[in-house]
């Protein structure tokens, strides 16, 4: 007979034995960087680079679902150490966090601590490189920090900070990323096919869920804010400001779930233009048509544009076309809402809607669909936008024909439809009285401008100007100075306990 001492030990191990296993924590990994560049280092300092904490987590056995919390103190970061980008981060789950959005600087110039974010060409890194680069992986974060003067070149594109999901490739390659309380600039234009800043925050190839919030950038020639490539986008741009750059908000192809909102559009040629192009961004076209096809799942809404009427902005390609004087312009763009937006001070049109011929060669990834094809051009029609309950006001004042409020110049089907726009001062529009002519019933064919289109183009510089028609051109570039914006109010929000929090450093 089993002694009852032992029965019970046996019991009680049979017990523990049929417990469910938990399995351990993963504890995130703590990253702090400062160069003493600006201030003196505090404890707990172990990197001097950006870089170097990324490529020791690079070098770290992959654990699905660590997180990598890189924190960086106020300084000036001149990261130029990995291949073709400031930053390059292929690990997922890794957050780039500054204690201070203002005074934490990666400066892509060869310039000194003491003066950042130099405009002198001398002191300017023209080989080409990425600011922040996050390439082709999930589940990452940048935030509080200022990114500057990463040129474009023969070793890189330029774009400041860049969620990059499989550029040119025609494949989603990124799912979910954030971005807050970001700064992207270059003080630096090195003149026509020379170097020079391209994007400021630019996201591509993604599926989301992203967020892009309380962010700023300027100086761009291409735009400030980009999301393109992406069908089906889950993608919300919130309480961002843009300025100074050919295009406010540039969106190439993209749509579905994708939100333009509470942000502020003003200084650059056009403040907000969904397009599409027969280019690498593929596939194409520009959609804002929800994936099960029923009704518009893009919104562009609660903003303020007013006064992008400046034509002295860097630009390159194509965007050295956008029509000055405009507030927001879907370019063979179709079923984007554009609501509740206030859209000010516009010399040639407040927000317009027209087809768009595409030209360019394709690269293989890209077969104009969505487009009609008619020799070497790609005609996409802009159709099915609704233009709904947007407050409208001194609009049209280069007074050239069509110029005003509100103008479409494509007759789709379905419409581009308006309806609830108001203007104190009366609202303009062509084709005139658009709300009769070109409102609901929505499924109806557009009446559209032929002469719109005319207009339009010779906005663009792409066709001689009919008679009595002038719009601003280039005179000589200016460029907007670095300046102070609001920090994250806690930078120590959301991560894991560590030396540094709470933050007791400097601040701007």
């Known amino acids: 007979m089993m002694n009852i001492h032992r029965r019970v ?15 351990a924590a993963i504890r995130p990994r703590i990253y702090r960087v400062c160069n003493g560049s600006t201030t003196t280092c505090p404890r707990g300092t172990r990197y001097t680079s950006i870089t170097a904490a990324v490529q020791r987590i690079q ?5 699905p679902g660590r997180e990598h919390w890189i924190l960086v103190w106020p300084g000036v970061y001149h990261e130029k150490e990995m ?5 390059l981060i292929t690990t997922p789950n890794v957050h780039i966090r500054g204690m201070d959005r203002n005074l934490v600087i990666i400066d892509g110039s060869n310039g000194t601590a003491a003066s950042p974010c130099p405009s002198d060409a001398a002191l300017q890194d023209t080989s080409g490189r990425e600011g922040i680069e996050v390439l082709k992986v999930d589940g990452t974060s940048i935030d509080n920090l200022t990114v500057c003067n990463y040129l474009d070149g023969p070793n890189g594109e330029g774009n400041e900070i860049w969620w990059n999901g499989g550029d040119g490739s025609g494949l989603i390659g990124m799912g979910t990323y954030n971005g807050s309380y ?60 843009a300025q100074n750059s050919p295009l406010g908000y540039s969106g190439t192809n993209s749509g ?17 233009l969904p397009n599409s192009l027969n280019n690498d961004d593929a596939p194409p076209p520009q959609s804002g048509l929800c994936p099960d096809g029923m009704g518009s799942c893009m919104f562009i809404q609660n903003n303020h544009v007013h006064d992008n009427n400046n034509p002295n902005v860097p630009c390159s390609g194509i965007t050295c076309e956008a029509p000055v004087g405009t507030g927001i312009e879907i370019s063979g763009g179709s079923y984007d809402t554009i609501t509740g937006n206030l859209v000010e001070n516009q010399g040639a049109w407040g927000i317009a809607t027209h087809d768009f011929p595409d030209t360019e060669t394709p690269p293989p990834v890209s077969n104009c669909q969505g487009g009609v094809g008619e020799g070497s051009t790609c005609l996409f029609i802009a159709m099915g936008n609704l233009v709904t309950d947007n407050t409208l006001a001194n609009n049209g004042f280069f007074m050239n024909p069509t110029n005003g409020d509100l103008v479409n110049q494509s007759s ?54 009919p008679p009595g028609s002038s719009y601003p ?35 701007s």
């Open 9 to 23: 030990a046996v019991a009680a191990t049979a017990f523990v034995v049929a417990l469910p296993v938990r399995a």
């Open 59 to 63: 070098q770290l056995r992959p654990r």
């Open 83 to 87: 291949d073709g980008a400031g930053v």
């Open 182 to 241: 970001l700064t992207a600039t270059s003080t630096f234009f090195g003149g026509d096919d020379q170097s020079m800043g391209q994007y400021g925050i630019f996201v591509s190839n993604a599926k989301g869920p992203g967020t892009i919030s309380y962010s700023y950038a300027s100086n761009m020639a291409d735009s400030s804010f980009y999301v393109g490539a992406c069908p089906d986008c889950n993608a919300t741009l919130d309480h961002v400001h």
């Open 256 to 272: 579905g779930h994708l939100t333009i909102q509470n942000s502020e559009w003003d200084g650059n040629m056009v403040g907000i």
């Open 412 to 465: 789709s089907t379905p419409r581009n439809c308006f309806s609830g726009n108001m203007d104190a001062a009366g609202l303009t529009s062509e084709p005139p009285m658009i709300e009769t002519v070109d409102g609901p019933p929505c499924d109806q064919p557009g009446v559209g401008s032929a002469t719109a289109a005319g207009e339009l183009a010779c906005d663009a510089g792409l066709t001689p100007c």
């Open 473 to 507: 051109t280039r005179s000589q570039v200016a460029l907007l100075p670095l300046t102070h914006q609001d920090p994250m109010p806690d930078p120590c929000a959301g991560v894991p306990r560590n030396r540094w929090c709470p933050y007791v450093g400097p601040h």
